[in-house]
């Protein structure tokens, strides 16, 4: 069989194959790009294989492609990588043996075959290549079958699963990750060398399995690699706080919904609106303080008050334990976590204006997110019930924009300053002056004076006033 490639593809991919003939190294197009060019997904990297010195090979190629930035030569590994009009991803190395040490997934690696080179690959389907000799350029090399796996949406490893994951542990999350992404199904066999070997993921750093979390959870259905995660008994060893969601309890015949699968659930419903990475950790966290807040009140059934507040104390520390960003991601994660019980509570009626502008001043900017999150969140298998919480979701829109359009919350910023307020009373940063700012924030929201200068400035000088506070100056007014 022989792959056809469109002629934007054809104008490295001939380069190389130039540059090869010219040295004289057996070189092939293998890996992700193949494997997608198959499937006819779309992909712009590409990994070349050759049997001999492969940073002469890109040297060569970098030559005639001249690209800019200039080739890129990992000596100490033997690689080199050219980005080709800033799109075109193109890594070289030489074909190799890789041998393993139980404690770690760094391999000792000596120069191999294309043979070798694809028995170390951790799937059939991504042990594909195509050769770029000029006698049989686009010819397909599939020693393990991997063809028939792809059209069959198969799953499973070149060698005996045990060996390619004890080999290398991260080869158990890629696994998932493929099923996760293709709607693949992972072959009996696989399936059980995962399983028996979960306790290996241990020896991989947090970056790469973190890595390979988040690219599951920006899959069209991320509940499909987190229930595999969970199955196989990596969740647990990964991400422990999740898993303690699939505990369920009953006492006198009261039980409480499986928050496991419910946040499954719910990251599922986000996941159909939008692609945001982050907005998606804030699903899966959203319920995590559940079982520490949990509680079984008689006459009532069980409770979970204040999971919102535990649990957005958890996401700093959970964002450290996987080392995601500990920076305005995070700070976002952390803000949908503490809000996301917040509209529920004005679905009701007679709901004050007050109560609007403080969602939305709290919510701010991320708004939109928050409101898409809670929309999410409604999982129950009554239609007439999720339409009604559809419904009065959209009511709590219409009032937050006609409360938003009149007073202009979401970026609101006091007019009196802290800087006004020493300035006015002659204090330096101190307790005083946050009262005050304080008092003035709760004030505008509540509506009890409007949002000018002129009246804040008056109530600052009354709040001054009950303070024992004298004005030293007049603040500019």
Not at 30 to 46: E, H, I, Y
Not at 66 to 91: C, M, Q
Request: hydrophobic share 40%; with cysteine; proline share 5%.
């Amino acid at each position: 069989m022989a792959i056809q490639f469109s002629s934007e593809e054809r104008s490295w991919l001939d380069q190389v194959a130039l540059a090869a003939k010219e040295l004289g190294l057996e070189t092939y197009l293998v890996g992700g790009f193949v494997r997608d060019k198959l499937l006819d997904r779309s992909t712009k990297d590409a990994d070349f294989v050759c049997v001999g010195d492969a940073l002469a090979l890109a040297q060569l190629v970098a030559n005639s492609l001249k690209p800019r930035p200039p080739v890129s030569l990992f000596k100490t590994f033997g690689t080199a990588h050219i980005l080709w009009k800033g799109e075109w991803d193109l890594e070289f190395v030489g074909a190799r043996r890789e041998s393993y040490q139980s404690d770690s997934r760094k391999p000792t690696v000596t120069p191999g075959t294309i043979e070798d080179d694809q028995l170390r690959r951790d799937l059939t389907i991504n042990a594909l290549a195509v050769s770029l000799a000029s006698d049989r350029f686009g010819e397909l090399v599939d020693p393990f079958n991997g063809l028939k796996d792809l059209k069959d949406k198969i799953l499973r490893t070149p060698l005996p699963p045990e060996q390619t994951f004890s080999d290398d542990p991260l080869r158990m999350m890629r696994t998932i990750r493929f099923a996760t992404q293709l709607g693949f199904k992972i072959e009996e066999g696989t399936w059980k060398g995962i399983c028996a070997q979960a306790d290996r993921i241990r020896i991989i750093s947090q970056e790469r399995i973190t890595e390979e979390l988040n690219k599951i959870l920006l899959a069209d259905t991320p509940s499909v690699g987190l229930d595999l995660l969970y199955r196989s008994g990596l969740l647990e060893r990964i991400f422990p706080q999740l898993v303690s969601l699939r505990v369920a309890e009953y006492i006198d015949g009261h039980g409480h919904k499986d928050n496991f699968y419910h946040t499954l659930q719910v990251l599922d419903n986000l996941s159909r609106n939008t692609n945001d990475l982050w907005l998606r950790w804030a699903a899966v966290l959203h319920d995590i303080a559940k079982p520490q807040t949990k509680r079984f009140e008689q006459g009532h059934g069980w409770t979970f008050h204040g999971h919102e507040v535990v649990g957005g104390r958890m996401v700093p520390k959970i964002f450290t334990q996987l080392k995601l960003p500990l920076n305005e991601h995070m700070r976002f994660v952390r803000k949908l976590v503490e809000l996301h019980l917040r509209p529920i509570s004005l679905t009701k009626e007679n709901i004050t204006d007050s109560a609007i502008r403080r969602l939305l001043f709290d919510a701010g900017d991320d708004f939109d997110s928050l409101m898409l999150l809670c929309e999410a969140d409604i999982t129950s298998k009554n239609k007439q019930k999720v339409n009604r919480y559809l419904s009065n979701f959209q009511l709590v829109r219409e009032r937050c924009r006609e409360v938003e359009e009149k007073d202009q919350i979401r970026n609101w910023q006091p007019p009196i300053t802290g800087e006004i307020i020493m300035q006015t009373f002659g204090l330096s940063p101190s307790k005083p002056v946050g009262i005050i700012k304080d008092s003035l924030k709760d004030a505008m929201l509540d509506g009890v004076i409007p949002n000018t200068y002129e009246a804040a400035f008056e109530f600052m000088l009354e709040k001054g006033k009950e303070l024992g506070l004298t004005p030293v100056s007049s603040g500019g007014k």
